[in-house]
């Protein structure tokens, strides 16, 4: 099977404000370090579909357009944990190519890891092979 060039997008909680911005998700999960713990995570956490963007950026990198991509599907499987510095965090993705059809759509398996863990279950992509 082929596999992808790695991706790796770093994730900073400047990131996380212009995302709840632009999505509305003000959740204090993802700016108060007191409040989430307190409700069990680790810290501030990103949100689960900057997440999914992240790895829909690799995807479209991958298939060399945007509109190439036919589906596009993730479950979320842990949090991403956003520290306080001016670091933040790394998001990695792989792909594997795990098969072509006769009309040319390609599923690509999508791997997302954080420190380690993986943050993403059953991440799959469905593409349209670009044509010169």
Partial sequence: MEA???QTYRVTRADLVRYAGASGDFNVIHWS???????????????????????????????GAADAVVDFSV???????????????????????????????TQIDITATCHGDKVLSQARAIVRRQHA
């Fill in 4 to 6: 992808l060039p790695t």
């Fill in 33 to 63: 370090d007191r409040l989430a713990t307190k409700v069990g995570l680790p810290g501030v956490i990103a949100h689960g579909m900057l997440t999914m963007a992240l790895a829909g950026r690799a995807v479209t990198t991958w298939a």
């Fill in 75 to 105: 479950r979320f499987s842990r949090p991403v944990p956003v520290p306080d510095d001016d670091e933040g965090t790394e998001v990695e993705f792989r792909g594997v190519v795990k098969g072509v059809t006769e009309d040319g759509l």
